[in-house]
């Protein structure tokens, strides 16, 4: 049973260039998550999606946007890059019908993005 | 989300028990602790969850504080694989809230 994929594993962008990034959540899992974690921090929620909607956002800009596929998969975009989003990009896949009774999240590897 | 703290870092011993602890002082009723750690260069893993209850699992044990403003990981005997960070999270997962809030984490070192 394969886990939770990303791709690219890196990637390198210039200021002001756009990047997506894709996720493709553990077998059976129906929502996904993304985080941003710059170096030496914890990672930072951008956003949720579930059922092709995102349903939670955190305190990111909206330079940062997504979107989810029916087969439940996942992309990240982020336009005008700035040098501040070089971190590297998690992925986390979970069931929404566990939400209440604390379900585990499945992280991904991430994508180590690095903005020049 | 209500925060929690944890000391910056931890060494341990192989073979040895390590208790990681975690202050979450203005914890609600409604949040479950959580804990996740982070190998190097991979992404955030489950750890173990709990409530009110200590609990047990293959990996760890969480032992929680009868007020609950606080608990503690416990690695009954540490391998150098378990060199990691740990995050300490409360997660209210009332109505839609479930995401995951991140702090810096501890970092557990494995001395052989």
């Known amino acids: 049973d394969a886990g939770v994929t990303q791709s690219p594993t890196h990637l390198i962008k210039t200021r002001g260039q756009q990047v997506t990034l894709r996720c493709s959540p553990k077998?059976?899992?129906?929502?996904v998550s993304w985080y941003q974690q710059a170096l030496g921090q914890g990672p930072q929620f951008i956003f949720q999606?579930?059922?092709?909607?995102?349903?939670q956002r955190g305190n990111f800009p909206d330079r940062f946007s997504g979107h989810q596929f029916p087969n439940y998969s996942s992309e990240l975009n982020v336009n005008a890059l700035l040098l501040g989003d070089s971190a590297l990009y998690l992925c986390?896949?979970?069931?929404?019908?566990?939400?209440?009774?604390?379900?585990?999240?499945?992280f991904g590897p991430g994508t180590r993005l690095l903005v020049l | 989300d209500a925060k929690t703290t944890q000391p910056n870092s931890m060494e341990s011993n192989e073979e040895e028990p390590v208790h990681l602890p975690c202050n979450h002082s203005t914890i609600s009723g409604t949040d479950y602790i959580h804990w996740y750690r982070q190998l190097p260069s991979q992404g955030p893993e489950y750890v173990i969850h709990?409530?009110?209850s200590n609990v047990n699992n293959r990996m760890a044990s969480l032992a929680i504080a009868e007020d609950r403003k606080s608990s503690t990981l416990i690695l009954h005997r540490a391998t150098l694989r378990d060199a990691a960070v740990y995050y300490c999270i409360l997660r209210d997962l009332t109505g839609a809230n479930s995401k995951l809030t991140f702090g810096k984490g501890i970092t557990l070192s494995v001395r052989p």
């Open positions: 986390a896949s979970s069931l929404a019908f566990e939400t209440s009774v604390g379900e585990t999240q499945y």
């Open positions: 999606y579930y059922e092709e909607e995102e349903r």
């Open positions: 709990g409530l009110t």
């Open positions: 077998s059976g899992h129906d929502t």
